[in-house]
């Protein structure tokens, strides 16, 4: 039972909102005809009266987020980092916000390697600085995740702006509510330190202005396409490519049918550049700072230094170079098994099967899935032959990738929101037998959305595990770096694994200023670890096992471990 448990576990939220979605339906088809009129017809009446008002509507829309979040913070709480990407975002918003672009290589650094940060030719985190700078913008307001908070905020109100610019505006309004209902609550973009929304957000003002320029050829609407083209090359660079080539060439396209205004679009044209070389000077001299190389991306210094398997799947694994620490060399190895598991028939099947269950399963699940019904309907649409080419094309881009997570999908995010309003707006044109039965499905996905949150914060409320427990993120470590700032003097922490360690739950993380920090982390070296206590000889030093479920820190002492303990309270 345990284990099927274990199994049905990641799909149970999923499971729960299949029965709710078919409640819903069945519901609302029983009301259609029990009556001619509904509180739904009502409802929907107010709701376009409010989305014919286009920029209150955007502002409704980023407001629901921050009110939302906000008040469920005493049920929710504020997420923990958990994951080595969230440690690795927050070291690069550590260090923007102290003003600097980057820290110098720490003498100590063997003790401090840790996943996704590079350590020489500087100290900093391996992605691009897009992230790092949304969650230094929380940090200087009071916590990295005011940032998060503020970002998602925004990205859904884009959404509602980029919807204005293809559908009407109750359809647009409904896209940016849905967004909030998915993304901008409960999702893991909203709680934790991924900062995806900052990726999708770029992906909604590139397709928002695309829309607009097409249409009226505007010198904002091309400053914003080129703020969101600096937003994607600086948050996920290789999606963003993907994502903007197919529009660059309908813009192409666009631009040589207009020959004859061509000396009207002239300024649009130089402001855009204007804002994209600027962009990009900045990003070449972000990265001259760290790597030493306008032109060499901290990623690629990282996946050098550590990785042998590859990006993508064509490409060749390297030779694996010399580690200083086992759970390292474990992880990388265990990098590799996965790569040479997609080099196979098998293996590359399973891959491609399990990216699109993950996708599906954040992105849709079965609310979203009912407007898909409508889909070849949507295929026939004239106006959606653009968008559904760019997501064909972006969908191919990812399958050719080793890994791809949710958030990897972000710059597309809104052009699926589109695609979904659009098959909702053929969905509801359904008759059967004289009846408009797909308006009943059209209306049951918003319902079902806000059904699902409402059974989600119930289920937190009464301590019912239908979902991992919340807040989230790697509670016994803020637990042991609280009780220990609390002490007098700075501390240094030693962490040990056990043989079985999960290299996915990692302690070793540090601030962007080492030296300066009150608690330092550093891996079990051995016999090493008294060149670490020396160059740290006024702190006083602790030894935690990661793997230990009680979590506690002891007063290290060479072998002799005493019982002065700094515990975290599970």
């Known amino acids: 039972m345990p284990v099927f448990y274990r199994e049905l576990a990641s799909w149970l939220i999923t499971i729960i909102e299949l029965v709710v979605a078919l409640a819903v339906m069945a519901l609302i088809f029983a009301r259609q005809r029990a009556a001619k009129s509904s509180g739904l017809a009502t409802a929907g009446l107010w709701f376009r009266n409010v989305a014919r008002r286009k920029t209150s509507s955007v502002l ?77 913008a929380g940090q200087l307001l009071g916590h990295p995740w005011i940032g998060q908070l503020l970002i998602t905020a925004l990205m859904c109100s884009a959404f509602c702006w980029m919807l204005q610019a293809w559908l009407p505006p109750e359809w647009a309004l409904l896209g940016g509510m849905l967004a909030v209902m998915r993304l901008g609550v409960l999702s893991y973009w909203m709680n934790g330190y991924w900062s995806a929304s900052v990726v999708a957000l770029g992906g909604a003002l590139v397709l928002g202005a695309f829309g607009r320029i097409i249409k009226h050829a505007r010198m904002r609407d091309a400053i914003i396409l080129a703020i969101g083209l600096l937003l994607l090359a600086n948050t996920r660079p290789y999606e963003g490519l993907i994502f903007s080539l197919p529009l660059a060439v309908a813009l192409w396209d666009w631009w040589d049918g207009s020959r004859r205004k061509r000396f009207l679009l002239w300024p649009m044209v130089a402001a855009f550049l204007a804002i994209l070389i600027s962009g990009g000077l900045a990003t070449g001299y972000y990265y001259y700072k760290v790597t030493g190389n306008p032109l060499r991306m901290t990623y690629q210094v990282n996946r050098d230094t550590y990785a042998t398997a590859p990006y993508f799947v064509w490409q060749s694994p390297r030779a694996e170079p010399p580690y200083n620490h086992t759970v390292m060399r474990d992880f990388y190895r265990w990098e590799l098994r996965h790569f040479q598991d997609t080099r196979t028939i098998r293996g590359a099947l399973r891959n491609f099967l399990s990216k699109l269950i993950g996708l599906w399963k954040f992105y849709l699940g079965p609310a979203l899935t009912i407007p898909l019904l409508a889909f070849s309907a949507v295929i026939r649409d004239r106006k959606m032959r653009l968008p559904l080419g760019i997501l064909a094309i972006f969908m191919a881009g990812l399958a050719v990738e080793t890994w791809t997570l949710p958030h990897y999908f972000a710059p597309a995010t809104c052009l699926l929101y589109l695609i979904i309003l659009q098959c909702l707006r053929h969905l509801r044109l359904w008759r059967r037998n004289g009846r408009i039965t797909g308006l009943a499905l059209a209306r049951a ?126």
């Open 60 to 136: 409704l829309v980023g407001m629901s987020v921050i009110a939302l979040r906000v008040a469920f913070i005493p049920l929710l709480g504020v997420p923990a980092p958990r994951w080595n990407d969230e440690f690795s975002y927050l070291l690069a918003a550590d260090t923007f916000a102290n003003g600097r672009i980057t820290n110098p290589i720490h003498p100590m650094w063997k003790h401090f390697e840790s996943f996704h940060i590079i350590q020489y030719p500087t100290y900093m985190s391996m992605y691009p600085p897009g992230q790092g700078l949304v969650l230094a």
């Open 445 to 570: 996905v918003p319902i079902v959305c806000c059904t699902m949150i409402i059974i989600r914060l119930v289920a937190i409320g009464v301590h019912t595990q239908i979902e991992p427990a919340w807040p989230r993120g790697n509670l016994d470590r803020l637990q042991v770096t609280r009780e220990l700032s609390q002490l007098d003097g700075q501390q240094l922490v030693i962490v040990r694994y056990s043989p079985t360690h999960d290299v996915d739950h990692e302690w070793v993380y540090n601030d962007a200023d080492i030296d300066g920090a009150k608690v330092v982390w550093a891996r079990d070296m051995g016999a090493q670890n008294e060149e670490l206590l020396r160059y740290f000889g006024n702190r006083e030093a602790w030894i935690l096992n990661g793997d230990d479920p009680a979590a506690k820190a002891i007063t290290y002492v060479p072998n002799v471990p005493k019982t002065r303990q700094a515990h975290a309270h599970r």
